[in-house]
């Protein structure tokens, strides 16, 4: 039986006193933010997907993405759910109130349990002011291991940016052969996009700190404010589509390693993909260590695809290797299943399986994913 959520797709109510949304899981979450937006409000979790994903599926995969660096991801938005368990008992979990400690916070297990422990049906969201204004600086290096360097100078600068974007020579190159035309500059091996929120005094001061933390080793600098900074985002935005120039098909992994150990996974990934003879492309969110790894291939490429799964096998084990995870955003699912005891201890696991057994004894929500 499938449950689809898709035409549950209120916002029941947004307050701007309460700083509050509550709605239903069907919710574009594109759609909530900018129905925040013409409140003077912000709800920041902002997955590339924001246009066609959902607050339910959001919720469920604990998504992140571009403003996670300074906002945190969905669960930091999350004040309360209703539930429907798998026994058909209705919950609320949470509260509507920013803060909260009675019980054990339930409905933080049901965030990023990818739909295995019961079906959301309402979501009361935390929002905030909206902040003024935004500046973007464009950043171009020679190579990757430049750009990951450069990202520890921006931190130390000691302003936390509202994204910091990281794109390497394939990223950059598949953009140029989208749009038939070269974007980034011949000499460009890798890019930063470090963006910079508040009022426009603020992030004036801000981008000028953090261009002059970036100018070492730098090829080119470009800034743009406000709205103007959107053909900036735009080139950012078309990595996913434009990589299938390169190759048709891609395996797309969000892994995520300490700040400090970004070059070492930027190298590393570049070593693997050398001894598997692969294509690839590493894009994403290197503020918080959370790089899309693509490793692209063509099925009808004897062996491709096999050698492309046994790179992935190798990029977990480095990425486990150097203190990180398999996942930073996109969960587990089905295909990530064979992986996830590199990760998990056996306890750890077992204690997950028998919360999924309690709450679902009879296995009838997402079974076989996730754990
Ligand atoms: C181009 C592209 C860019 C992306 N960029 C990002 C990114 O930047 N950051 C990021 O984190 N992710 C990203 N994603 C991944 C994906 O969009 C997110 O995981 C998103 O949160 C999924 O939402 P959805 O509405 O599409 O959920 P679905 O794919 O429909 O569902 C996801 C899971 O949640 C469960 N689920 C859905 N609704 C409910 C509900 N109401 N109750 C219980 N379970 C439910 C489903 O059963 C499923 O297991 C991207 C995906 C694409 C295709």
């Known amino acids: 039986m499938v449950v689809s959520t898709e035409k549950m797709d209120g916002i029941v109510s947004m307050s701007r006193a309460d700083l509050t949304a509550e709605v239903e899981p069907g919710v574009i979450t594109g759609e909530l ?50 539930v429907v368990l798998p026994t058909g008992a209705i919950l609320w979990l949470g509260r509507h109130t920013h803060k909260g400690v009675v019980g054990y916070s339930l409905k933080d297990l049901f965030i990023g349990s990818e739909g295995t422990l019961g079906i959301i049906t309402r979501a009361v969201l935390r929002l905030i002011p909206m902040p003024r204004t935004t500046s973007v600086l464009l950043v171009t290096y020679s190579d990757a291991s430049a750009s990951a360097s450069a990202v520890k100078g921006i931190l130390g600068t000691g302003i936390l940016p509202s994204a910091l974007e990281f794109m390497d020579r394939a990223s950059l190159s598949a953009v140029s052969a989208y749009r038939g035309t070269e974007v980034f500059g011949e000499k460009a091996g890798s890019a930063l996009l470090i963006e910079v929120d508040g009022t426009e005094e603020e992030t004036g001061k801000a981008i000028e700190k953090i261009r002059a933390a970036c100018r070492e080793g730098a090829v080119s600098m470009e800034v743009s ?62 503020g918080d260590g959370n790089i899309h790894v693509n490793l692209l291939y063509d099925e009808k490429d004897g062996g491709e695809h096999e050698r492309a799964l046994r790179a992935v096998d190798m990029v977990f084990d480095l990425v486990i290797r150097l203190g990180g995870t398999i996942s930073g955003e996109h969960g587990v699912g089905i295909t990530k299943l064979a992986y996830i005891t590199k990760e998990l201890s056996p306890a750890a696991h077992e204690l997950m399986r028998g919360i999924k057994r309690l709450v679902d004894p009879n296995n009838i929500m997402n079974p076989g994913k996730a754990l």
Do not use: C, Q
């Open 33 to 82: 933010k900018r129905r925040a937006s013409e409140m003077g409000l912000f709800y920041p979790p902002d997955p590339a997907s924001s246009e066609f994903s959902s607050i339910g599926g959001n919720i469920s995969e604990n998504a992140g993405g571009l403003r996670a660096i300074k906002y945190g991801s969905t669960s930091n938005y999350v004040l309360g759910l209703e």
């Open 225 to 286: 404010h406000g709205p103007e900074a959107e053909g900036l985002w735009s080139a950012r935005r078309a990595i996913s589509p434009a990589l299938a120039k390169i190759r048709p098909f891609k395996l797309n992994e969000d892994v995520v390693v300490p700040l400090s150990k970004l070059p070492e996974l930027v190298s590393g990934v570049d070593r693997i993909a050398g001894e598997m003879d692969l294509r690839y492309a590493n894009f994403g969110h290197a």
